[in-house]
């Protein structure tokens, strides 16, 4: 096998689809694989390596397929595994590998597993398998220790007993519907190496792990000395995420992948502070962990500085490039967190030529091609299980995409006739300019944020073929003067003008900007809120 086949991963483009948005061949409002397959096209036209799929497996959707019930199938709602297997064919065809994710921290409370650990009642062998533990109080009516769930409220809910008595509490960090596995069992770990051997075995070219930090809780489930933690991210809560265990499974996992021919990949969603997250990537464990830290930071070009120095530092000593991300189906979208309007968009377009000009690997958003903003849903037509729970809605960012400029309907979305609405609904033409966002629309136009995000891998890669620049390359970051932010690294600079006013372009050779540039006098200039990526 040629050391490309095994380390393409080092420099590729991922492009994550979430599959219920992204297209709906059976027309019932709600996307699935066929539609994904359908589409496959767009995604190799941007020139990306790979595409990540989010949870299709069987799920109530509770969180939307991050609540797992049958590890080893397609949901009737998104299709079949003949669905996936073309899916698979398809894409292999147009030269793009497919990452499947695998939710291993825990399942759905429909998991055949936990009804018979309801069924089998407390102190049973099948309670073991999950985190099953009497309440505090008189009576068992508080939860057995102070841990908050991600989405909000306590990590705990109590059961009613087969004799029909409130009983035993069971452990999840995000919704009650997502009972987290018990990992010190060793048939968890039996049962998730099958459900990873199975994708990769079906022609999975990697898989991302969901909450690749959590898995294992500290011993005994202690208090928290603050519970008092930032919502929506499990890394406050010290007691359930990072434990030193959880990489033997890594490193075993390592293994499997390694055996395949080509070598599979493993992606870690980590969301720990970077030098945590680097223990996760060393050589023998996860080939990659997502970057939050540039997706955490806000327009400032300080703020970047610190956060892509210290990621670039790691990458250094890992031997893991940086896999750079600026937007996924959890976070507001790039445009509205950068301040809405043509400012966040430029901004927005900014960051997307930034991620493709660092060193490394980088992973894109369905949509952010398109540069869609946050969509504002409208209250009652919210589906995110945060919502309720801690009044944080990620719907917005997971509205489905436009393909056509249709005035009406699902713009493209659906192939369903007028009646089929989507699951959250498509901004009229009176909310916002939803068409005119559509991938049909931007086709073509050079000063749409599609050509550029085609423009800007198409000369990614042509940098890479010539030798240019490398996804190990070293690289420098400083600020200058005005709120420039420069990346120095072997053959070229990136520069981003994240000030008020515009500045001088550096020296060199300007290969793409991601705005128009202006001219200061005889020379030219680069605007705020734009990037440029030139040769040296
Ligand atoms: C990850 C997913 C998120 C999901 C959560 C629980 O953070 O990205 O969408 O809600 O895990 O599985």
């Given at each position: 096998m040629s050391a490309d086949e095994n380390s393409w991963w080092r420099s590729a483009v991922v492009y994550q689809v979430y599959p219920r948005s992204f297209?709906?061949?059976?027309?019932?409002?709600v996307g699935d694989l066929a539609g994904v397959t359908s589409r496959l096209d767009h995604i190799a036209s941007l020139g990306a390596d790979a595409v990540w799929l989010t949870p299709f497996q069987r799920s109530p959707q509770a969180d939307h397929g991050y609540?797992?019930?049958?590890?080893l199938d397609v949901d009737p709602l998104f299709g079949t595994l003949g669905d996936f297997d073309a899916l698979v064919g398809r894409a292999h065809d147009l030269g793009l590998r497919v990452l499947v994710d695998l939710v291993p921290n825990h399942c759905s409370s429909a998991h055949p597993l936990f009804q018979a650990a309801l069924e089998a009642g407390p102190g049973s062998p099948e309670r073991a398998r999950f985190h099953f533990s009497p309440g505090r109080g008189h009576s068992g009516e508080l939860p057995p220790n102070n841990w908050p769930s991600v989405f909000g409220g306590p990590a705990w809910s109590r059961v009613t007993e087969p004799d029909g008595q409130p009983g035993e509490w069971y452990l999840h960090l995000y919704a009650p519907e997502q009972p987290d596995w018990?990992?010190?069992?060793?048939a968890t770990g039996v049962l998730l190496d099958e459900a990873l051997r199975f994708w990769l075995d079906r022609g999975a070219d990697g898989v991302r792990i969901d909450?690749?930090?959590?898995l294992f809780k500290a011993d005994g489930l202690p208090d928290l000395a603050d519970p008092d933690i930032e919502p929506m991210r499990l890394r406050g809560n010290v007691m359930a995420c990072d434990q030193e265990e959880v990489h033997e499974v890594y490193r075993r996992w390592r293994r499997i992948a390694d055996d395949f021919e080509p070598q599979r990949v493993l992606v870690g969603e980590v969301n720990l502070l970077p030098h945590r997250a680097a223990r996760y990537v060393r050589p023998d464990e996860l080939h990659q962990a997502f970057a939050f830290a540039l997706l955490a930071a806000p327009w400032d070009a300080k703020a970047w500085r610190t956060a892509a120095a210290g990621l670039l530092e790691g990458a250094a000593d890992t031997g893991s490039p940086v896999t750079w991300v600026v937007e996924n189906h959890d976070v507001v979208r790039a445009p509205t967190r950068y301040g809405g309007g043509e400012r966040g968009l430029a901004r927005a377009r900014a960051a997307l030529l930034a991620v493709l000009a660092l060193p490394g690997s980088a992973y894109v958003y369905q949509g952010q091609e398109l540069g869609l903003p946050e969509v504002e849903v409208p209250v009652e037509a919210r589906q995110d299980p945060a919502w309720l729970r801690s009044g944080v809605t990620r719907d917005g960012a997971r509205v489905p995409i436009p393909w056509h400029p249709e005035p009406s309907g699902t713009h493209g979305f659906?192939?369903?006739?007028?009646?089929?609405?989507?699951?959250l609904p498509v901004p009229t033409r009176t909310e916002a300019d939803w068409g005119a966002l559509s991938v049909d629309a931007q086709?073509?136009?050079?000063?749409?944020t599609l050509e550029l995000t085609r423009a800007a891998l198409r000369l990614r890669r042509r940098l890479h073929a010539d030798g240019v620049v490398h996804p190990d390359d070293a690289a420098t970051v400083c600020t200058m003067a005005g709120g420039l932010l420069q990346v120095e690294r072997a053959g070229t600079l990136l520069a981003i003008n994240m000030g008020d006013v515009a500045v001088g372009l550096p020296d060199g050779e300007l290969l793409l900007s991601s705005g128009p540039l202006t001219r200061q006098g005889e020379s030219r200039a680069l605007p705020p809120d734009t990037a440029a990526w030139l040769r040296r």
């Open positions: 297209a709906d061949a059976d027309g019932d409002g609540d797992v019930s049958d590890y018990n990992w010190r069992h060793p909450v690749a930090h959590g659906s192939a369903g006739g007028p009646g089929a609405l989507p699951w086709e073509g136009d050079p000063s749409s």
